[in-house]
Structure formats: C-alpha cells, structure tokens
C-alpha cells in the first residue's frame, strides 16, 4: 500500500493483488460493506472486501454487465453507505469535486487517473492548486479521505469501469465541484453531472459511428 499526505488531503493506494482470483457475488459485496462499515476504521476493511470482488474480472463482468456507455450505477444506497458502479467515456473528464465522506475506489476495467488538490488561502487569486496525482490500473483500489477534492480522467480510448463505495449516503449530502477554468466553488448539481455522462455518450457515439 502506498500513501500519500498533502495538507489535510489523504489517500492510500493498494496494488493490484497477486493473490487468487475470488468469484464476485454483489449481495456479498454489499453484506461485506455493511458489516465492515460499523467498525471503527471500516476504510482498511472495506478496501481489502472491493479488492477481493475485483479479483476476477470475468465474473464482475458476467454479473454487472460490460460496460456499453458511461454512467453511474447505483448497486447499494443507504444512511451507511453507497456503493456504485461507475462507467467512464473514452477521454471524459470530472471536473474537481469533493465528496464529504470517506471512499475506496477500485478500478475493474481501463484505467482512471486521478488529480488531488487543495484549498489555498481565501486572498490567492487562485482557489485550488493540484497536490498529488495517482494513476489506477486493473485491479488497483483507492482510499479516499473524507476531506479530498480530486479529478477524474479516462485517458484511453474505451470506456472505463470502477466500483466506488462510499462512507455515507453519497446523494444525501450537498457537495462542491470546482469550475475548471477559474477554480471558483460551486454546488455541485445532480442534473449537470448527469448531462457531462450524456455529452461524452453522444462523443463516443460520434467517435463509433466515424470508425465504423
């Protein structure tokens, strides 16, 4: 595992295991969370439960379906916790966001990189600076701090899978996004990020059409 500290932004990355692969079973998955997410430090936990369920791809895939378009598939929803099956477009880009609460993000398909940034000071004339980045592969799982504000890329040219679990009701909370330009804090609205899903769709359905 590696870790990484950058003023209160914190994250931890586990490498893609070596170990045998574990068939993936969703209502085991979630049962697992559960369970894991009343003790004291569930992240540790709730990690080492995510890079089981990606150890065999073959199954993942079998149960939640190739992924066709990009998209944010709710697996489990509740008070404790939000696990969610989340589908990048070929290039698309989130702008940066933060959550409000703990997250393990594992990759199980395509690759995800992430850039971590922090606030500066409220007189800078910039409101973010870039504070780290992590590239994850097939396999690798992410710990997020509660109080991390990164961006998300898919730098290749097909779509990208990730199961992201969350120490919370992830759309229960009011959270920020950040606008790419001017780095000025906004809230970050359900209906705005659902079009940003339906523009790279409609980019990679132009993409598709072009090269077929």
């Not at 769709?201 to 072009?210: A, D, I």
Request: proline fraction near 4%.
């Amino acid at each position: 595992m590696v870790g990484k500290k950058r003023g209160y932004n914190t994250f931890h990355l586990t490498l893609a295991s070596r170990g045998p692969a574990m068939k993936f079973d969703l209502d085991q998955l979630v049962s697992d969370c559960r369970k894991a997410v009343r003790e004291n430090a569930p992240q540790a936990p709730i990690s080492e439960i995510l890079a089981r369920s990606l150890s065999d791809r073959a199954s993942l895939v079998s149960t939640l379906g190739e992924p066709k378009r990009a998209e944010m598939q709710k697996l489990y929803q509740g008070s404790d916790l939000t696990i969610l099956n989340v589908i990048w477009a070929p290039w698309m880009t989130l702008l940066p966001h933060n959550h409000k609460m703990w997250a393990v993000i594992g990759i199980y398909t395509g690759r995800e990189d992430n850039i971590f940034w922090r606030r500066l000071p409220a007189d800078s004339s910039r409101r973010l600076e870039a504070a780290g980045a992590k590239a994850l592969c097939e396999k690798d799982t992410v710990e997020l701090g509660e109080d991390i504000i990164h961006s998300v890329t898919n730098p290749i040219g097909r779509l990208t899978g990730a199961i992201h679990i969350y120490g919370g009701d992830f759309f229960g909370v009011q959270r920020s996004e950040w606008d790419a330009e001017t780095f000025l804090e906004r809230a970050c609205d359900g209906d705005r990020m659902a079009r940003r899903f339906e523009q790279a769709n409609t980019l990679l359905r132009r993409t598709l059409s072009r090269d077929a």
